[in-house]
């Protein structure tokens, strides 16, 4: 049969976040015509770039701004679009999905983008009035709430999110302590040598630490506000906050999955086309485990949504093999670029460059010549062009002298060689 004689089938996706949308468009763009599709979001706006809620936050960049489709896009594409609505169950049996209106769907082919939510840590405390986390436009909104009348904010976490977060309430006028019970901050994305850069640069910008500090408990007043942290230590040694922000890390949102039987165990297992258990069911984005990994940023989220729209469009079967991912943090003034893994071992060789004064280091992780792990500070124009060669695996021993340096360096190095090779060929 051609493609012109097939009737339409029902889609179903459920969350309207980045991965839910990138499926929508690169499906729209392979396959417009063949599905009728629905929508649920459980959040009330049509969508919106969720990495720039950081920049919106410290007053960089207003929410309009970072919306991307508004309801006309949806209207235009035939999408039903039901916002502020969660999907409550999936009756797997009638292959229908029950919003927490009562609105029943029917699906032929149904997408799960349901994201993560935040980690809270279960101290005492925790769920007293001012303490947020930071994930929605939602939690944007209530902290610059809190910070209009100055006071102090207490960020627990010193990862990416959590110094974003710290960094915004800190234009915004408040007193900010980054609580982290690690040594150095982002340890899973810099070394030391980086980390130590890192905060010194955000110490003189004003904000303040408590490293090695693991909380005990949130304290409130009389009405259930919050008034500070008590930490685990020896002296019972306490802070007094008027916000705490949780960044703790996320979890992938699974519950809907596995009380539809899904197979689950980190996020949602998918195969590399990206379906669940059950093949008429696909998951994408960070409530996905996929090879046992699962993935807080969005490049990979990009890949998984072309292959599972490849799938949805029946182009034949892409396959998607798993993401190395780069971070940069979103500080402004402040340069960072980790990719890749760039823990030493036996059999690896690490170069390293560091001009402390200038506020510069670089270090380079190779294992058989091969770059596995970069990390940047203070000079990262050249984090794309060592992450292309991450991820091609190119040999780099030709250029290994110059790595460190950078491209223009290893470039121009190449030219003289092949300008000293031409010569001696002249000869
Ligand atoms: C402040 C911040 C800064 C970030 N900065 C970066 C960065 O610099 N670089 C980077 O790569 N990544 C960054 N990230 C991570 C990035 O935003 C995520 O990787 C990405 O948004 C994940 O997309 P997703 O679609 O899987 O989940 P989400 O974007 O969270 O979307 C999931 C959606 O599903 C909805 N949903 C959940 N359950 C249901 C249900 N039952 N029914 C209906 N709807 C439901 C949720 O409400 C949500 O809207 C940042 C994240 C945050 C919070």
């Known amino acids: 049969m051609s493609e012109a004689y097939q009737p339409k089938l029902d889609l179903v996706v459920i969350g309207n976040g980045m991965a839910g949308l990138r499926v929508l468009e690169d499906l729209l763009e392979m396959a417009p015509e063949r599905y009728r599709i629905t929508v649920f979001g459980a959040e009330p706006h049509a969508s919106y770039n969720r990495i720039m809620l950081s920049p ?10 970072i919306q991307t489709r508004d309801r006309d896009w949806y209207d235009d594409n035939g999408i039903t679009l039901y916002t502020g609505e969660a999907v409550e169950t999936i009756d797997r049996r009638r292959r229908m999905v029950i919003s927490d ?17 935040p980690f809270i840590i279960p101290v005492p405390g925790h769920d007293l009035d001012g ?19 100055g006071g102090r904010a207490v960020v627990i976490g010193g990862g990416l999110l959590g110094l974003e977060a710290a960094y915004g309430l800190h234009q915004r006028g408040m007193q900010v302590t980054i609580v982290h019970l690690n040594n150095q901050l982002m340890e899973r994305q810099l070394d030391a040598q980086a980390a130590a850069l890192l905060q010194h640069s955000l110490a003189q910008r004003g904000l303040s630490f408590r490293m090695e500090a693991e909380t005990a408990a949130i304290t409130g007043d009389a009405d259930g506000r919050v008034t500070g942290l008590r930490f685990k230590d020896a002296d019972d040694s306490t802070l007094d906050a008027d916000l705490v922000v949780m960044a703790v890390g996320i979890r992938p949102n699974i519950a809907l999955a596995e009380s539809a039987g899904l197979h689950c165990d980190k996020g949602i297992v998918v195969n590399d086309t990206m379906q669940t258990f059950d093949p008429r069911i696909y998951a994408v984005g960070e409530c996905v485990e996929h090879r046992k990994a699962v993935y807080g940023l969005v490049a990979p989220l990009w890949d998984q949504a072309r292959v599972c729209a490849n799938h949805l469009a029946w182009r034949g079967h892409s396959h998607y093999d798993g993401s190395v991912t780069a971070t940069q943090l979103k500080v402004t003034g402040i340069d960072m670029y980790s990719a890749g893994d760039f823990a030493a071992d036996a059999d690896t060789e690490t170069l390293t460059y560091a001009d ?11 294992r058989d010549d091969r770059i596995t792990g970069v990390v940047l500070y203070g000079d990262t124009r050249d984090g794309g062009w060592y992450f292309k060669h991450l991820q091609a695996g190119t040999d780099m021993s030709a250029c290994r002298d110059l790595l460190v340096f950078g491209k223009a360096f290893v470039e121009a190095g190449n030219d003289a060689t092949d300008e000293d090779a031409s010569d001696q060929e002249a000869a």
């Open 101 to 117: 209106t009562g609105r029943e769907v029917g699906y032929d082919r149904l997408v799960l983008a349901t994201g993560s939510r």
């Open 356 to 366: 402390i004064r200038r506020g510069v280091y670089k270090r380079i992780v190779l």
């Open 56 to 65: 919106v936050l410290a007053g960089d960049k207003a929410f309009a701004e």
């Open 131 to 149: 303490v947020i986390s930071f994930r929605a436009i939602g939690d944007v909104n209530a902290m610059v709430d809190a910070s209009e009348n």
